[in-house]
């Protein structure tokens, strides 16, 4: 099955600075990638998504780049504010047949110091 | 829009006692749905999975059952709960593009 890593397991950082999370994959027939963000108490808030046709997608101040050759992805937060404070999971979905599965990451709990 | 339900929000149950926890979709028809569970400071565990009425696909042997009833209902239960089934249980439905948007939660804690 597809096995995905993510690195850093915390990220502390302070208010205004960026903060970049890295996701790897095992399978290359993964064509959908998706970040989560869940803060405590909550479900998990789909905040943006890749999918293998693009190399990059920005949402205001978040990013997200593939490198489909190397198989990895990273979420990228700009200017960072107290309310980005939450666990942050990377996934991906493989094509049919397989596509009914998300593989997630361990997740990410990032830490916005005011 | 689509909306997704859960609950209840929270239980507190004793080992051995039975479960039933509902989920419901509003807004869209013949989605696929989703059953997880977090454990606490964990990752999501996919249990269970449905592409239509009565048809569920179960991803972890377990103490665990899954029902789909009406289309846009998913129900997860158990006859005889343990300690280790306390979690974050979490419904998520997806759609034809693969988004999936999960639920609030029903927080599990088995005494």
């Known amino acids: 099955g597809e096995n995905v890593e993510q690195h850093p397991s915390t990220l502390s950082v302070q208010e205004g600075d960026s903060a970049v999370i890295k996701c790897t994959y095992s399978?290359?027939?993964?064509?959908?990638f998706p970040w989560y963000k869940q803060e405590l108490g909550k479900g998990p808030q789909l905040i943006i998504d890749i999918r293998s046709n693009v190399g990059e997608k920005k949402d205001q101040r978040i990013a997200v780049t593939l490198n489909k050759t190397a198989k990895h992805f990273s979420l990228h937060i700009t200017e960072t504010q107290p309310e980005d404070s939450a666990v942050y999971f990377c996934?991906?979905?493989?094509?049919?047949?397989?596509?009914?599965?998300?593989?997630f990451g361990a997740g990410t709990t990032v830490t916005v110091r005011a | 829009s689509q909306t997704i339900h859960q609950w209840p929000a929270t239980l507190v149950q004793p080992v051995g006692s039975p479960l039933s926890l509902e989920c419901t979709v509003e807004g869209t028809s013949n989605p696929n749905l989703y059953w997880y569970r977090q454990a606490a400071g964990r990752g999501l565990q996919l249990l269970f999975y449905s592409v239509g009425i009565g048809q569920i696909s179960s991803e972890v042997p377990q103490n665990l059952s899954a029902s789909r009833p009406q289309d846009r209902q998913f129900i997860l239960s158990s006859k005889k709960l343990l300690l280790s089934d306390s979690g974050f249980y979490l419904c998520a439905w997806r759609t034809s593009s693969y988004e999936q948007y999960f639920g609030p939660g029903t927080r599990l804690t088995v005494t």
């Open positions: 996934a991906a979905q493989k094509g049919p047949p397989m596509d009914y599965k998300l593989s």
């Open positions: 399978d290359s027939a993964s064509n959908y």
